[in-house]
């Protein structure tokens, strides 16, 4: 089963504008991980958060995690076209040592 | 460095054929993965490699089999295919042997489809 869920499934913006993508999960993690994949790409690495953190700047990311509502965010500011792209958190159970990924948020920022 | 490499990148197979995957990463990497990704469904985890030598299942690992051939290469086989195993596949590493502050690297990924 999924461990991580993000929200919205979709998300349409203009250039210029921030997006705020949600990841929730269900058991406690020692990380959080964002990644994303633009289309027919394999993934790539964005930011990790330790369950320690509340919130971790990365460029134009930010990512905040909530362990008390298992949940976190990550909010692209000023948005770019070649930010359109799927975002995936994956996430961790503890003692486990993969990660375990979210269906994704499909981002499309027009020009 | 070419990083995560997968072959072939396309390849359309008959219900009960087989077939390989081939992963090879140059990072020297101790942890390699076998994931699919279907519309809707995210990535799921097949099998993995937390070192050489070693292979453990993930959440799907039905109707699949792997090779650890050695540190570079990680191999995902398809003994009968089936409709059902039409997906993408991608290959990831990550430095250590597992561990959940592991960045995974991805390839490219195989578009395999089961007619």
């Known amino acids: 089963s999924q461990q991580g869920e993000e929200d919205p499934q979709a998300l349409s913006i203009q250039e210029g504008e921030n997006a705020t993508m949600n990841c929730s999960y269900k058991?406690?993690?020692?990380?959080l991980q964002w990644y994303r994949q633009n289309s027919g790409r394999g993934l790539v690495h964005l930011i990790l958060i330790r369950s320690n953190e509340r919130e971790k700047h990365s460029g134009r990311l930010r990512v905040t995690l909530d362990t008390s509502k298992k949940s976190s965010s990550l909010l692209i500011t000023a948005s770019r076209a070649a930010d359109t792209a799927s975002y995936f958190c994956a996430t961790d159970a503890r003692g486990y040592s993969t990660l375990t990924f979210g269906k994704g948020t499909m981002l499309l920022v027009s020009p | 460095n070419a990083g995560v490499t997968q072959t072939p990148k396309f390849q359309v197979l008959k219900t009960g054929q087989s077939m390989t995957l081939q992963c090879a990463q140059d990072?020297?990497?101790?942890?390699m993965y076998w994931y699919r990704q279907d519309p809707g469904m995210g990535l799921r985890l097949i099998y993995y490699?937390?070192?050489?030598?070693?292979?453990d299942k993930g959440e799907v690992p039905n109707g699949y089999n792997v090779s650890r051939l050695n540190k570079r290469e990680f191999s995902l086989r398809l003994e009968s295919a089936a409709p059902s195993q039409t997906s993408v596949y991608f290959c990831?590493?990550?430095?250590?042997?597992?561990?959940?502050?592991?960045?995974?690297?991805f390839g490219p990924g195989t578009r395999l489809t089961v007619l």
């Open positions: 058991t406690s993690i020692n990380n």
């Open positions: 990072m020297n990497h101790n942890s």
């Open positions: 490699s937390a070192s050489e030598g070693t292979t």
């Open positions: 990831a590493s990550s430095l250590n042997s597992g561990g959940s502050t592991d960045t995974q690297y």
